[in-house]
Nanobody
Framework: QVPPVESGGGLVQAGGSLRLSCAAS????????MAWFRQAPGKEREFVAG????????YYADSVKGRFTISRNNAKNTMYLQMNSLKPEDTAVYYC???????????????????WGQGTQVTVSS
């Protein structure tokens, strides 16, 4: 499995929006549950949002609930994170992660994911 590749990060003002993408190659993308994590300078990596292999179930960290939306398009081998009402505290490197599994369980710890992208920087100015 080739590691996923994130894109879409950048600099945005508080209150603005960004859409991150995570592209994965291979025919088995649809068999993987996916998630977004982030890590701010000096802080531990934290779970942001996750989605099951089918897209039927999603789960969000309380800090982003109502502002971020995770989705996926298995035909395009791509996962997305729509981020609205961005805050300076959302500034971090955002990572895409994948794990094999057909369950409806959305894993929320990094140890449960076996494949990681290189990350994309999101900076929100006040």
């Amino acid at each position: 499995q080739v590691p996923p590749v994130e894109s879409g990060g950048g600099l945005v003002q508080a209150g603005g929006s960004l859409r991150l993408s995570c592209a994965a190659s291979g025919r088995t993308f649809g068999t993987y549950a996916m998630a977004w994590f982030r890590q701010a300078p000096g802080k531990e990596r934290e779970f942001v949002a996750g989605i099951t292999w089918s897209g039927g179930s999603t789960y969000y960290a309380d800090s982003v609930k109502g502002r971020f939306t995770i989705s996926r398009n298995n035909a395009k081998n791509t996962m997305y994170l729509q981020m609205n009402s961005l805050k300076p505290e959302d500034t971090a490197v955002y990572y895409c992660a994948a794990r094999e599994g057909y369950s409806d369980y959305v894993a929320s710890t990094g140890l449960e994911y076996g494949y990681w992208g290189q990350g994309t920087q999101v900076t929100v100015s006040s």
